[in-house]
């Protein structure tokens, strides 16, 4: 699928994704802490990259960071700007930021690589690690499986990744790994994990 595809996927789910998993409430506990603690940790700009319905851009928010949500669905910003309209939101792609290099703190991207065929994901990272300041953040969640592997999610084809060759990826982009939250799965959930990574000091 190319990104139009999955962009008008989105687009024709957008109230469902929303109600499914629209709010804070609706994130586990333990992954909500994980974000903040890594993204709250230096200020400057960070960027909700992906933020589908945005409430992971307010919840940063609320911690007293200065979040921006970016998705390239309209129906997503336009909810994101109404559910919380004291936010900062907009249309964009995460493949191309409209954004200074070295110019940000922090980026989660938050299940929103996952829909990357393999072979963009280094390309995407480049453009993360561009726009991102010296001993800034990137946390990154997603569906974590033994191989690199397509599966049929719901909306569009999405792509597993083993934790270690996933983390592997983040440093040779520059990013280096300093947590990772591994859910053991309970059969609820398809298996899931999260990596928080700085770059270096340049
Ligand atoms: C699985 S949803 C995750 C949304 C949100 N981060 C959350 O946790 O609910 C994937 C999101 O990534 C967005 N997305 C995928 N590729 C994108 C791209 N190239 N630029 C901007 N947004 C993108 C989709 O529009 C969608 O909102």
Redesign the pocket.
């Known amino acids: 699928m190319d ?1 139009e595809q ?2 008008d996927a ?1 687009s024709s789910v957008a109230a469902l994704y929303i109600e499914l ?1 629209g709010t804070r409430q609706q994130v586990h506990p333990d992954d909500l802490a994980f974000i903040g603690r890594h993204l709250s940790i230096r200020p400057g700009a960070v960027l ?6 945005g ?2 851009t307010d919840y940063l928010r609320s911690l007293g960071v200065d979040a921006t949500g ?4 309209p129906e ?1 910003v336009a909810h994101a700007r109404a559910a919380h309209p004291h936010g900062r939101y907009r249309l ?4 191309s930021l409209d954004v200074e290099d070295r110019s940000i703190a922090g980026i989660l991207a ?3 690589l ?2 990357l065929p393999p072979r963009d994901l280094d390309e995407a990272l480049a453009e993360f690690r561009r726009v991102t300041a010296p001993a800034g953040t990137l946390v990154v ?1 997603f569906f974590d499986g033994d191989e690199v592997a397509a599966f049929d999610h719901k ?1 569009a084809t999405a792509y597993r990744w083993p934790v270690d060759e996933l983390s592997a990826r983040l440093t040779r982009a520059g990013f280096s790994e300093v947590e990772r939250l591994h859910p053991p799965s309970d059969g609820t959930h398809r298996p899931y994990a999260a990596i928080a990574a700085v770059t270096d000091g340049r």
Request: hydrophobic letters at 50%; glycine letters at 14%; one cysteine or more.
């Open positions: 990104v999955i962009r989105y998993f909700d990259l992906g933020c589908g319905p409430h992971l970016i998705d390239m669905v997503f964009g792609s995460m493949r938050w299940f929103s996952i829909h969640g909306v």
